[in-house]
């Protein structure tokens, strides 16, 4: 079974400055999808960046990059220019496509912390 | 409509009881997940429907956990016999799954926070 691990509970990163949360998975598949989603304290989440696991190319958004190392199983996110919007829960989340499922499997969270 | 809206938002019960959770997807979306969520940890998966069928259920955690998505859009996740333990956020997410891959991206609600007392 494939396993999503956060292994920094909490993190803190001054206004402006960058920030890495880090993740790693477990799977025997070649061919999947990672995602970062975060959660406000208002409890809604919504999708920060996704990546394909065929896609050597790193993915960017705006200020949200991430390094994906398929070899390792580790995908982090990196927070550039960090804004006190930023405040929230991350989480990692993984999904394989198998025979007409498309389960995701999330991490257990990092709560970040964007001081002023 | 806009997103996807959970009912109700807050549900307080007594242990014993019967309750049901509502979810209604974002119009189109035919993928939708059933999520459970405790203090301080990540999104538990309980089920997956695809259409009106429930593709995957098997994070359901026993047979007091049942869920249902009748006509394909609206979708109720029902708990008998709550116990104290089923205490948490209820998430729902909605998702559009393309025949030619997949877009990845889920739409969740708000939640149900459900408090077995």
């Known amino acids: 079974a494939q396993t999503v691990t956060q292994s920094q509970p909490e993190m803190s990163v001054q206004e402006a400055e960058t920030v890495t949360l880090s993740c790693t998975y477990d799977?025997?598949?070649?061919?999947?999808?990672l995602f970062w989603y975060k959660q406000p304290p208002s409890r809604q989440m919504i999708l920060v960046i996704r990546?394909?696991?065929?896609?050597?190319q790193n993915a960017t958004e705006n200020r949200f990059s991430v390094n994906f190392q398929k070899a390792a199983k580790s995908f982090s996110l990196k927070i550039s220019d960090s804004q006190l919007g930023d405040t929230a829960m991350y989480f990692c989340a993984f999904m394989k496509p198998n025979s007409g499922t498309y389960k995701y499997i999330f991490g257990t969270g990092t709560r970040l912390k964007v001081l002023a | 409509g806009a997103g996807v809206s959970q009912t109700p938002s807050n549900k307080v019960t007594e242990k014993g009881k019967y309750v049901e959770l509502r979810c209604d997807p974002i119009s189109g979306h035919t993928a939708l997940y059933w999520y459970r969520q405790s203090l301080g940890q990540g999104p538990e998966f309980l089920i997956y429907?695809?259409?009106?069928?429930?593709?995957?259920d098997s994070g359901l955690p026993n047979d007091r956990f049942f869920a249902v998505r009748p006509e394909g859009s609206v979708s109720t996740l029902k708990i008998q016999r709550t116990e104290r333990g089923d205490s948490a956020v209820y998430l729902c997410?909605?998702?559009?799954?393309?025949?030619?891959?997949?877009?990845?991206?889920?739409?969740f609600g708000e939640g149900s926070r459900l408090t077995v007392l």
């Open positions: 429907f695809q259409g009106t069928g429930a593709a995957d």
């Open positions: 799977t025997s598949e070649s061919n999947y999808y």
């Open positions: 990546q394909e696991a065929y896609k050597q």
């Open positions: 997410a909605s998702s559009l799954i393309r025949l030619a891959g997949v877009t990845g991206e889920l739409f």
